[in-house]
Structures are given as C-alpha cells and as structure tokens.
C-alpha cells in the first residue's frame, strides 16, 4: 500500500518545518508535501504546470490548508474545491492560526472536512499528528480511487 501523501499549503517555513519533522518523529506515516500558497495548492492538486509529473508529485490523499496565505488563500482553495467537484473527494482539514468563528464558520460553508486551529505546544501538535495518523491508517476507509 503506498504512504498516503498529505498536501501541506502553508506559507509560513516554521510552520511547515514543525509540521513535517513532527510528522517523521511520529513514525512519518505520511509523505508531507509542501505548497507555499493556494495558486500552487489548486495546482498541485490538478496535477499542472510543475506538478505535472505525478511520479514525482503524486496525487492528495489529503489536503492541510492554511487560510492566511499570499496570491490565494485557503478560502480561495475551498471555493475552487466547490467549482470542481471531482476534487471534493478529497477531504481538507483547515489548518490555521485562526480562532475566529467567523473564519470557523466560513471554513464549513466552503466544503472544509475538518478546522484545526494549529498547535503552538510541541506535544499538542504531536498529539495531533498522531490522531491523523491512526486515523488514517486504522480507521478511513477509502474509495479505492487513490
């Protein structure tokens, strides 16, 4: 079975490195692939331009999406999302700084799966990851498509 591949839109390096390394010392259970805004989330996702080579950039199991991003945010990805519905299959777990309910609320009405609002504390962000991966490995079900 191949590891399932999380695409992680974020534009903060910190960010994206805590994620990632956390990600390995928990068993790296997922291959984290990095997208630095939602211009090239949207792309990566339909396999464009320099993502074109799936071999290289294999398609999303799962989408974790920052909202505050340059050029598109994550509100610009999820309204893409909806305009393209043979992406809705793959589920999106925002992931922002955001405690707004606003933003909370928004995040649903545009198609998120799930709203994490991203751990500051080492051991809550590997909590988290840890979650996703036992998730995602005991308990989703698949369509078989990936």
């Known amino acids: 079975m191949p590891i399932p591949v999380i695409l992680l839109a974020e534009d903060s390096d910190i960010d994206a490195k805590l994620f990632a ?3 390995d010392l928990c068993g790296n259970e997922f291959q984290v ?3 630095i805004d939602g211009v090239e989330a949207v792309d990566y996702l339909r ?3 320099a993502y074109a080579d799936r071999s290289k950039y294999p398609a999303a199991n799962l989408l974790l999406l920052d ?5 598109a945010d994550g509100f610009d990805v999820l309204r893409w999302r909806q305009d393209h519905p043979a992406f809705l299959r793959i589920p999106v777990i925002v992931y922002s700084s955001s405690y707004l309910p606003a933003d909370v609320e928004r995040a649903y009405a545009f198609g998120a799966s799930s709203y994490v609002v991203k751990p ?4 809550r962000l590997e909590r988290f990851v840890k979650s996703l991966q036992t998730f995602w490995s005991e308990f989703n079900v698949t369509s078989g498509l990936e």
Not at 67 to 71: E, G, K, Q, T
Not at 120 to 123: I, L, N
């Open 21 to 23: 390394k956390t990600n």
């Open 33 to 35: 692939i990095r997208v």
């Open 47 to 49: 396999g464009a331009g």
């Open 67 to 71: 909202l505050n991003m340059p050029r």
């Open 120 to 123: 500051t504390d080492p051991m």
